[in-house]
């Protein structure tokens, strides 16, 4: 049982070039988040989806796109990268959109943008 | 948004010591959960605690949320309790707002 994988682990990037994060989930939840993490900071949310077929927008969404491809995998597009952009990026998952469900964590994605 | 205040913001202790660690938000939630991130940066949730107190092992936690604050009482630390600890609160859904962390070594 692999939880939460996300692809790739560790990324450089050149100004202006684009890129696609993956991410699958085996624990047949519905719902499903990418967050940023800037060095010595906490998580913030770029997007979520709360079940198949549905997306939207997190506190930083600003330059991202976003796919929920089918109930397990959910990615995360650059079209343009941008310095600011540099980051620590997390997939995630719960049961279902709603408080009290455990968010499981994938082991993130080192993201350089130079 | 929601205003996540976590303190301190860095924690050394000696192994076997004894610790708290504070959130304060800024509105009223009806959802909270603090995490763990390891020092290889693995995140692991520890409690979902909205209002009132729960314990795991050598864990606790206990949100008053009429006061807007949060505790995380680490008891007979170890090495292993290393890394940073997040307090996220989140309105409707599990859309939460994380702090800032507190960073925790542990000594042996």
């Known amino acids: 049982n692999a939880g939460v994988t996300q692809t790739p682990k560790f990324q450089v990037l050149k100004t202006g070039q684009s890129m696609t994060l993956q991410c699958a989930q085996d624990m047949n939840h519905n719902s499903m988040y990418w967050y940023r993490q800037d060095p010595g900071m906490g998580l913030r949310l770029i997007y979520y989806s709360a079940s198949e077929g549905t997306t939207d927008k997190g506190e930083v969404p600003n330059g991202y796109n976003v796919s929920r491809l089918n109930k397990r995998e959910f990615s995360l597009r650059l079209e343009s990268a941008a310095p600011s952009q540099t980051s620590v990026y997390f997939c995630a998952s719960s049961e279902a959109a709603a408080e009290g469900n455990t968010i499981y964590f994938g082991e993130g994605s080192w993201l350089t943008v130079v | 948004g929601i205003q996540v205040e976590q303190s301190p913001p860095d924690l050394i202790l000696q192994e076997g010591a004894n610790s708290t660690l504070r959130c304060n938000f800024s509105d009223s939630v009806n959802n909270l959960q603090w995490f763990h991130q390891n020092p290889w940066g693995q995140l692991i949730n520890l409690f979902y605690i909205p209002s009132g107190t729960k314990q795991n092992g050598r864990l606790s936690a206990t949100t008053v949320a009429t006061e807007r604050y949060s505790l995380l009482y680490i008891s007979s630390s170890q090495t292993t309790d290393s890394g940073v600890y997040f307090c996220?609160?989140?309105?409707?859904?599990?859309?939460?707002?994380f702090g800032g962390g507190t960073r925790v070594l542990v000594k042996p």
């Open positions: 996220a609160p989140g309105g409707a859904g599990n859309k939460l707002t």
